[in-house]
């Protein structure tokens, strides 16, 4: 179907459907022109087509890091500056109607660095904690410079891996306890418990005795509790005193002192 028609009498040229500029920014026309004679005269129209911010920014992601099941695991003890996608934003209009921004909509450690025309490297910007964030839903928005301008965005999922990078922390770090002598063997002393910040695995904590401790106590590395394995005589030994090790996957480590 033709795109364009002319009155044959005026000569008055119209459009005929709606143009598209990106689809064809200039039209040539021929016109002829007869009062009958066996050879018309010919004219040559030339129609621009202006442009119109009509086309919405489009954003491509390819990732450097590759998600599982549509999230990037990224642990948290990436360096800065870790590459995690390429973002690359289009637009089909022309001049300022084509000229794209991108950026984050909200606080996040992570931003957009500008590489090419029209792309921009996510990357860490500050450092990662599990134990403050664990996971970031990233909003990225590519806007066009038209008035008004034309908005398109992209949701990004990043997960943290939590790290071993807490110690374990005695809820006491010194612990006095008064047993009464003549106990019976196996007697629960006091139960020894400490906290962690990680998570899973490496939060997992146990407990030994230190060197110094007599053979006389006995403690659960998993429960935390202090037991006496015999009799205490105060007329032998009035006092004791020794260290208590915890320790993580990773082996750190805190030390509180136990007196009785």
């Known amino acids: 179907m033709w795109l364009f028609a002319i009155d044959n009498t005026t000569g008055l040229i119209t459009i005929r459907e709606p143009l598209d ?4 920014p200039v039209h040539k026309l021929t016109v002829l022109a007869s009062d009958g004679s066996s050879t018309p005269s010919r004219a040559t129209v030339t129609v621009n087509v202006t442009d119109i911010n009509d086309n919405v920014p489009s954003i491509d992601t390819r990732y450097i890091i590759n998600p599982v099941n549509g999230t990037v695991l990224l642990s948290e003890k990436a360096p800065l500056n870790t590459k995690i996608a390429l973002i690359t934003v289009m637009d089909k209009d022309a ?4 000229k794209v921004t991108c950026f984050t909509d909200h606080d996040v450690p992570f931003r957009l660095k500008p590489v090419f025309d029209n792309q921009f490297l996510l990357e860490t910007a500050t450092f990662l904690d599990y134990e403050a964030t664990r996971e970031y839903a990233i909003k990225i928005v590519a806007s066009d410079s038209g008035k008004p301008p034309l908005n398109q965005s992209a949701m990004l999922l990043i997960k943290i891996k939590d790290e071993n990078d807490n110690a374990p922390v005695f809820t006491q770090p010194i612990i006095g306890l008064s047993i ?23 939060a997992e904590i146990s407990y030994i005795l230190g060197s110094d401790a007599p053979p006389i106590f006995n403690l659960d590395r998993r429960t935390g509790i202090l037991t006496a394995v015999r009799k205490l005589d105060r007329e032998k030994q009035d006092r004791y005193s020794f260290a208590v090790w915890q320790y993580g996957t990773s082996c750190i480590t805190a030390v509180p002192s136990a007196a009785l």
């Not at 500029?21 to 064809?24: A, I, L, T």
């Not at 001049?95 to 084509?98: A, F, I, R, S, V």
């Not at 009464?180 to 490496?202: F, H």
């Open 21 to 24: 500029r990106e689809e064809s």
């Open 95 to 98: 001049d300022l109607n084509g």
């Open 180 to 202: 009464p002598e003549n106990n019976a063997p196996g007697t629960q002393l006091t139960k020894i418990s400490a906290t962690d910040a990680d998570s899973g695995r490496n």
